[in-house]
């Protein structure tokens, strides 16, 4: 085989590894996309959910309807299904009893801890003449082994507003985003025991909102006016 016939099969193996580790990447990558999609039958099941966690937090419901007019979980789509970095670090949970924060902790179904969602959002210590807003928001998890998870993480285009207990190891957040047509809500259905989250938004948006609305109706021992 003379240099040429060389070089053309040299190039030709070259292109066709490349071209194999590409395509084993994309399959890669959708075999894990599919393993985070929820089938027909698992979205029913969370849509049911949502209902459920809307029928109890009816005052998040009624909150937003005022602006949007009555709505469930049909009116919202699941955008997307993801993985959690949970950052877990040592640290228990610094909000006790006589803080103005504390009737608003979310214990865990079966003593393994609190869910926190708004300490992180609203600065309330005694030290400060006067509550205020964060532009960041978090949903935390202190377990009672003493360890903290950070579920999830918003900066300024949104916040996090409620949440419940679905059972020991499903947690609902109902929030909104800020986006260029307009305020959206959001709910995300959190999996605690696989370490995975899904977010739905509403199909419908409103032009004006004010963002610390439903947290000066919510949190009462905690004036944000």
Known sequence: MNDFGKLYYFLVLVGFIIMTACESSDSTKSEIS??????????EVMQNQINLGLAQKSSWQKHWAVHLGGFDAADF???????IDPMEMPERNPILPGDPLFPYQLPHPEGNGTIDIYSYKVEAQESLDRP???PDSEVIWY?????KERLLFMGPSGSFEEGIW?????????????EEEGFR?????????????????????????QQESY??????TVDLT
Not at 34 to 43: D, H
Not at 166 to 178: D, I, K, T
Not at 191 to 207: A, C
Not at 215 to 220: A, D, G, P, S
């Open 34 to 43: 599919n393993e985070l999609k929820p089938n027909v039958e698992k979205l």
């Open 132 to 134: 205020y807003l964060n």
């Open 185 to 209: 809500p959001i709910i995300w259905l959190i999996d605690l025991e696989n370490h995975t989250f899904s977010q739905f938004k509403m199909n419908k948006v409103v032009k004006e909102y």
């Open 166 to 178: 679905l059972n020991s190891a499903e947690f609902l957040v109902f929030g909104f985003f800020q």
């Open 143 to 147: 377990r009672s082994d003493g360890m």
């Open 77 to 83: 789509e699941l955008v997307m299904t993801d993985s």
């Open 215 to 220: 947290l000066n109706f919510k949190l009462k």
